[in-house]
């Protein structure tokens, strides 16, 4: 079944050490985008891909760094600059195009850290 | 730049009623569209429903309708017969469709809760 795929679900994390979260769709969709979600707030963006080898910052990107080398996969290296990093992160694509848009989302990576 | 407003951390409904998630937002951009999430305690993010800013017709997708009122610059997501599954966190977003598939912003959410 196509659909995007985040792992891990569930991550701990020391301070001060970088973890990487996965995001790979096999929607064939152009776009790819990561969000932030923190208890009682909205989905805040971090960094978006339109394309392969490019990708532009959202609002929150201090302290993360994304690559997208492949189509379907845009990982989220959260760094050891990120001061806050405890969160739930949600990975998401659509295709571009001038239809609605709508995005569609993985089911998410909670990352805790100790 | 783009702003939504949900002015409803939580609502209540009971079981079969109607109800009205509230939903304002802000943008210069002439062409835009908005766009209906739920949040179950799961996590995943389901899409609900869309409306273009030049569509004549309000939309609908099942138990779901948005009330769109451009003058006042609202689109109210209004779910009918509501059911206990309906229990989640729902999130108003936009786009502004000039700017090609730029991210989506999003609210804060409004948790609803449905009682027997």
């Known amino acids: 079944d196509g659909g995007i795929t985040q792992s891990p679900k569930y991550l701990f994390r020391k301070e001060g050490q970088n973890v990487t979260l996965s995001c790979e769709q096999n929607l064939n969709h152009d776009a790819m985008y990561w969000y932030r979600q923190d208890p009682g707030q909205g989905l805040r963006l971090i960094y978006y891909s339109q394309i392969v080898n490019d990708f532009q910052k959202g609002d929150i990107a201090e302290g993360y760094s994304v690559s997208r080398e492949k189509k379907e996969s845009f990982p989220l290296t959260v760094t050891s600059a990120q001061k806050n990093p405890t969160a739930f992160y949600l990975c998401?694509?659509?295709?571009?195009?001038?239809?609605?848009?709508?995005?569609?989302f993985g089911e998410g990576s909670r990352l805790t850290v100790l | 730049a783009q702003k939504i407003t949900q002015t409803q951390p939580g609502m209540f409904v009971q079981e079969k009623e109607a109800v009205t998630l509230d939903c304002t937002y802000d943008?210069?951009?002439?062409?835009?569209?908005l766009f209906w999430y739920k949040q179950p305690s799961s996590g995943e993010m389901i899409f609900l429903i869309y409306q273009g800013s030049y569509d004549q017709q309000n939309a609908t997708e099942g138990r779901y309708s948005l009330n769109f009122q451009k003058a006042r610059k609202s689109a109210n997501l209004v779910i009918s017969a509501s059911q206990l599954g309906d229990s989640a966190m729902y999130f108003c977003a936009m786009r502004g469709r000039n700017s090609g598939n730029t991210p989506l912003v999003f609210g804060k959410g409004t948790r609803l809760s449905v009682i027997a």
């Open positions: 943008t210069s951009d002439p062409s835009y569209g």
């Open positions: 998401a694509s659509t295709i571009v195009s001038t239809g609605s848009g709508e995005l569609f």
